[in-house]
């Protein structure tokens, strides 16, 4: 059977990604109900606890150059243990992409198509999913870089048109949720969105080997920050706390009550477009990973042959994952705990294993040229 | 209504990608990919002819909800 021909993403189309992808569903719950007007802060403190994390995904990246994590788990594991491991990240990937699925049609949903059966924006939404994945990582670059400045340019306008109407008294009292509260819950920030970055890894094998990783994962930490920083801020001082946690989706909200001056209202459209556009890049990455994860389990050349089949279950599992809207608002409190295996245990299992065999094998060259 | 637009929906997959993609499918793959396919059909029919299943995030939550509740 034909070997693949290797896809290839350049550093700023992975940036881009990677933006695209902290952005994602992160800008649809955004206001963290135990921090309140404090959420900002909480997501300086997730920043500052992620860019270690990072720095580990990034390091992966550099020890094992042009190689995914499925094949460097592979490689340092062997068979037996490999296999587990990588139908844990494989589930992983999945299970996000139906998270992000479930939660993107039920934004769609709630906020715009009331009558329309979630089947079938579920569908649509998996159709173009499908599309890009097949199209290759390559295409996702490309199509990343094209949205982003459209993505930007809408929330960067949200936000500046949004100034006669903020209230900036919503945002007072600073910390009065206390700094234990707001660095304990900055941890539900750390797993939703940065950690969940590690679906990236899955498809590292495509970053080409000259361009620093490292540099790739802080810039799009910083650049998505301070992208979801703005929104956030956004909607506690023009929603104030009361409103924007009772909200479900309190960007879509925030933006509908924008009115300048009577000619430009109701453009709470544009943000949705963007959010589901940044949700669809989220959705393709964890597709793709849990593609590539599956054709590694069962040793198959080109993951993008089984591809539709695995949206097919993507769809299936966002439907059996929640009874309901509150138990999907109920799962984001208990999320942290859930990823702390696929996005801290396996990743650090994987760097701590691949450090010390990759300094072995440095060890074992170094004797072999000195003799 | 749902079952109708699931079958729809198996169609499509049948026959814009199943069928074009069968000749180039490996044994391995073909048997992956309908029993993907079939696991995923059948829970999104079993679902729209109200037929409960076990929630994933129920079972999620009540395992993580006892993890930490007995460490803590």
Not at chain 1, 338 to 367: D, N, S
């Amino acid at each position: 059977m034909p070997n693949m021909p290797k896809e290839a993403i350049s550093a700023s189309q992975a940036v881009c990604v990677l933006i695209l992808f902290l952005f994602g569903s992160n800008a649809l719950f955004n206001i963290d109900a135990h921090t309140a007007q404090d959420s900002w802060i909480s997501l300086l403190f997730a920043l500052i606890y992620a860019l270690p994390v990072l720095m580990i995904y990034a390091r992966l990246m550099k020890l094992f150059p042009e190689k995914d994590l499925f094949e460097i788990i592979k490689l340092l594991f062997g068979k037996v243990t490999g296999k587990v491991l990588v139908a844990l990240m494989t589930w992983y990937a999945l299970h996000l992409a139906a998270l992000v699925l479930r939660n993107f049609s039920e934004f769609i949903r709630i906020s715009v198509m009331f009558q329309t059966p979630q089947i079938v924006i579920m569908i649509i939404m998996m159709l173009l999913v499908v599309y890009m994945t097949k199209s290759g990582i390559e295409t996702m670059g490309r199509w990343s870089i094209f949205m982003m400045p459209f993505i930007l340019t809408i929330s960067l306008l949200t936000v500046i048109l949004s100034i006669n109407k903020i209230d900036i008294g919503n945002i007072y009292p600073i910390m009065e949720h206390g700094l234990g509260t707001i660095a304990a819950h900055a941890f539900e920030f750390f797993s939703f969105p940065y950690a969940e970055t590690v679906v990236f890894l899955c498809l590292a094998g495509c970053y080409k080997r000259k361009e620093s990783p490292y540099k790739l994962y802080v810039y799009s930490a910083l650049t998505g920050t301070a992208i979801l920083l703005l929104v956030m801020l956004r909607n506690i001082l023009l929603l104030g706390i009361p409103m924007g946690i009772a909200d479900y989706f309190p960007s879509f909200t925030a933006v509908s009550i924008l009115d300048i001056g009577g000619f430009l209202a109701h453009i709470e459209g544009s943000t949705a477009t963007n959010l589901i556009l940044a949700g669809i890049i989220k959705i393709t990455v964890c597709l793709a990973a849990a593609t590539k994860g599956m054709a590694s389990l069962f040793g198959i050349q080109n993951y993008k042959n089984i591809v539709f089949p695995l949206a097919v279950l993507t769809i299936a599992l966002g439907f059996v994952i929640y009874r309901s809207t509150l138990e999907m608002i109920n799962f984001l409190d208990l999320y942290p705990y859930y990823a702390i295996p696929f996005q801290l245990a396996i990743p650090i299992l994987v760097w701590v294993v691949g450090e010390i065999k990759v300094r072995k094998m440095r060890k074992k060259e170094t004797k072999e040229i000195s003799s | 209504m749902f079952t109708v637009i699931v079958t729809f929906f198996l169609l499509i997959v049948i026959l814009f990608d199943f069928l074009p993609l069968r000749k180039s499918l490996s044994v391995k793959e073909t048997v992956l990919y309908c029993v993907s396919l079939l696991i995923g059909f059948s829970a999104l029919m079993l679902y729209g002819n109200f037929v409960e299943l076990p929630g994933i995030t129920g079972v999620i939550l009540r395992a993580v909800g006892k993890l930490f509740s007995k460490s803590s």
